[in-house]
């Protein structure tokens, strides 16, 4: 069984910073990529960011400065700081986990609303 469990969501003012985390419980196998998608209203749902369990990460242009993806392996949390926030940056954000045991599968926390407004 395998949980996400997400927060650190919630309102800021435009220029401001919140700190999402993601604390996965239940069967992680050492091949996995944890990442952060989003869905805004009346769009799709998009890649914000990802990291791997080797280290790598990598970005969507609108975040690339502003946001960084980071991990703790030893508590199989990822966490996403997010700096220099704008009002498009206001969507539902969901942590996501990819774990290979043979075959891809799929992982999905509850969401977080983040809400960028003055």
């Known amino acids: 069984q395998v949980q996400l469990v997400e927060s650190g969501g919630g309102l800021v003012q435009p220029g401001g910073s919140l700190r999402l985390s993601c604390a996965a419980s239940?069967?992680?196998?050492?091949?996995?990529?944890m990442g952060w998608y989003r869905q805004a209203q009346g769009k799709q749902r998009e890649l914000v960011a990802r990291a791997t369990s080797g280290g790598s990460t990598n970005y969507a242009d609108s975040v690339k400065g502003r946001f960084t993806i980071s991990r703790d392996n030893a508590k199989n949390t990822v966490y996403l700081q997010m700096n220099s926030l704008k009002p498009e940056d206001t969507a539902v954000y969901y942590c996501n986990l990819k774990l290979y045991n043979g075959r891809w599968q799929d992982y999905w926390g509850q969401g977080t609303q983040v809400t960028v407004s003055s």
């Open positions: 239940g069967s992680i196998f050492s091949i996995n990529v």
